[in-house]
């Protein structure tokens, strides 16, 4: 079975940071296969793209506009975990922040694999 499990979500002041963890296990292929991914979801608006991180034997990462040059995905293969350090944080961040795997990277929100989130709210 497998599961995706955030963890690092709480609340924060504006300008402030947080780390995400999302640890997975049971994935049917090697983790260092899967793309891994972050999104979050406010109340009312849709699922929005955060960041993710590939592996192909070095690491490629994507972002979503907002959170560019404030938010870093970072992967650690051997312990089958997925990490999403948040600076600069602003009241706009305030959402659930879901982990996300598929075996090749989109933008899209049709990943196969998901976390049940953590909430982070940003306030000032």
């Known amino acids: 079975q497998v599961q995706l499990v955030e963890s690092g979500g709480g609340w924060v002041q504006v300008g402030g940071s947080l780390r995400l963890s999302c640890a997975a296990s049971?994935?049917?292929?090697?983790?260092?296969?899967?793309?891994m991914a972050w999104f979050r979801e406010a109340p009312g608006e849709e699922r929005e793209f955060v960041g993710a991180?590939?592996?192909?034997?070095?690491?490629?990462?994507y972002y979503g506009e907002s959170v560019k040059g404030r938010f870093t995905v970072s992967r650690d293969n051997s312990k089958k975990i997925v990490y999403l350090q948040m600076d600069s944080l602003k009241p706009e961040d305030t959402a659930v922040y879901y982990c996300a795997a598929d075996l090749n990277f989109h933008y899209g929100v049709n990943w196969p694999f998901w976390g049940r989130g953590t909430q982070v709210t940003v306030s000032s």
């Open positions: 049971g994935l049917p292929l090697s983790f260092s296969r899967y793309a």
């Open positions: 991180m590939t592996w192909s034997g070095h690491d490629t990462a």
